[in-house]
């Protein structure tokens, strides 16, 4: 697969992290430990490590899903928290690809991919056409009136990559994003992620523990014990 993106040039540092500590007293944890970390526009990274290395709360720090002990995360050379507050930037410049998908079962495809923009100034015609653009971008325009029980697990991520893209993010951000489907599925998505790289410059980061994931990225950024490493450890 290409890995060059084309809508976006690279080269401005889109999203880094400053010396970032995290801890959680409770569990005498140091999650993370001192990690810097850059990702420029346009750049599609992986974060790989074992089970308890820090990579998923690396991802929830530069989510605005979780603050920090000590340091900073900066989106654009701005520091988060001289944003009004976390849901602002989540809702304005973050879209986010979980590995269990968290559509709302009540709702179709094309109802669950507007629920991000409620917030926003669009109206709801706006609202119904670009959820219709987005399914449509991944595959999914013909389901679009099905409610997630109707879909098989592959037809319900790419509807919640959908919804990821519906407030035109800066970042897309995946936890585990193949982590839930069989191979030739994974292989999918992974094909999907390629595209919006490609073709739409999407910013990726995706956390993962699967090599084939990872090979998909540009690069890798290796952690174990909360801190970046060189390379993949084989010991554990």
Do not use: C
């Not at 709360?57 to 002990?69: F, H, I, M, Y």
């Not at 098989?152 to 982590?179: C, K, M, W």
């Amino acid at each position: 697969m290409s890995k060059t993106a084309t809508a976006r040039p690279q080269g401005e540092i889109l999203i880094e992290t400053v010396d970032l500590i995290r801890d959680y007293p409770d569990g005498h944890v140091r999650a993370l430990q001192g990690v810097r970390f850059v990702v420029r526009r346009g750049e599609y990274v992986a974060i790989m490590g074992q089970s308890g290395s820090g990579k998923s709360t690396l991802l929830n720090l530069l989510g605005g899903l979780d603050r920090p002990t000590s340091g900073e995360v900066r989106f654009g050379g701005r520091p988060l928290d001289d944003f009004p507050s976390l849901d602002v930037y989540r809702s304005s410049q973050i879209g986010f690809v979980f590995q269990s998908f968290y559509l709302l079962p009540t709702l179709t495809a094309l109802q669950n991919v507007q629920v991000p923009m409620f917030e926003g100034s669009l109206n709801a015609a706006e609202r119904r056409n670009r959820a219709a653009e987005l399914l449509e971008l991944v595959g999914m325009s013909k389901r679009a009136g099905h409610r997630p029980h109707q879909l098989s697990v592959g037809e319900r991520q790419r509807v919640a990559i959908a919804r990821a893209l519906a407030n035109n993010p800066e970042l897309l951000l995946a936890d585990e994003p193949t982590g839930a489907l069989d191979s030739r599925t994974g292989d999918a998505i992974l094909g999907l992620f390629d595209q919006l790289h490609r073709e739409r410059g999407v910013t990726l980061i995706v956390v993962t523990h699967s090599e084939a994931v990872a090979a998909a990225a540009e690069r890798v950024f290796w952690m174990r014990d909360g801190q970046e490493t060189k390379g993949p450890d084989r010991n554990k």
